[in-house]
């Protein structure tokens, strides 16, 4: 960062003489180890998703219309995001898809399918079963 020192005059230098401006010049250069707000609400490591139910929800959905999967598992309107993720902090954001045709599906709500948003019956298996909903797997 380039720090352009006001042009001299009698009243620059009467209110900040050289070394005062040496000691700013030092302090911007430091390294400050600051926790901004985006760290907060955006942390590096995202949360794991938990288990929101142990079985799939079947929804219809309509062509051409926008849908936020909830992919963090938080959400009180499952399978659908409800913006827990941001409030909890997570760092989880929703999928966001687009139905290419007007159908019937099975939305997973136990967040460990392969093919996301859509169940793949991985909810069936041991791991998920043993799992307690609201936790991680």
Same mark, same amino acid.
């Given at each position: 960062?380039?720090?352009?020192?006001?042009?001299?005059?009698?009243?620059?230098?009467?209110?900040?003489?050289?070394?005062?401006?040496?000691?700013?010049?030092?302090?911007?250069?430091?390294?400050?180890?600051?926790?901004?707000?985006?760290?907060?609400?955006?942390?590096?490591?995202?949360?794991?998703?938990?288990?929101?139910?142990?079985?799939?929800?079947?929804?219809?959905?309509?062509?051409?219309? $926008?849908?936020?999967? =909830?992919? %963090?598992?938080?959400? /009180?309107?499952? @399978?659908? *995001? &409800? +913006?827990? #993720?941001?409030?909890?902090?997570?760092?989880?954001?929703?999928?966001?898809?687009?139905?290419?045709?007007?159908? $019937?599906?099975?939305? =997973?709500? %136990?967040?460990?399918? /392969?093919?996301? @948003?859509? *169940? &793949? +019956?991985? #909810?069936?298996?041991?791991?998920?079963?043993?799992?307690?909903?609201?936790?991680?797997?």
């Amino acid at each position: 960062m380039a720090f352009r020192r006001p042009p001299l005059s009698t009243e620059s230098v009467f209110l900040f003489p050289d070394h005062v401006w040496l000691r700013v010049l030092q302090k911007l250069s430091q390294k400050r180890h600051i926790t901004s707000w985006l760290a907060r609400w955006f942390p590096k490591t995202p949360a794991q998703a938990v288990v929101a139910q142990k079985s799939p929800i079947k929804v219809e959905l309509v062509a051409g219309k $926008t849908y936020r999967w =909830c992919a %963090c598992g938080r959400s /009180k309107n499952q @399978p659908f *995001c &409800d +913006g827990s #993720h941001f409030f909890q902090r997570t760092g989880l954001a929703p999928l966001k898809f687009k139905a290419q045709e007007t159908r $019937t599906v099975a939305l =997973c709500t %136990c967040k460990a399918t /392969k093919r996301p @948003p859509y *169940c &793949d +019956g991985t #909810h069936k298996s041991e791991q998920v079963q043993k799992a307690e909903v609201g936790t991680s797997l």
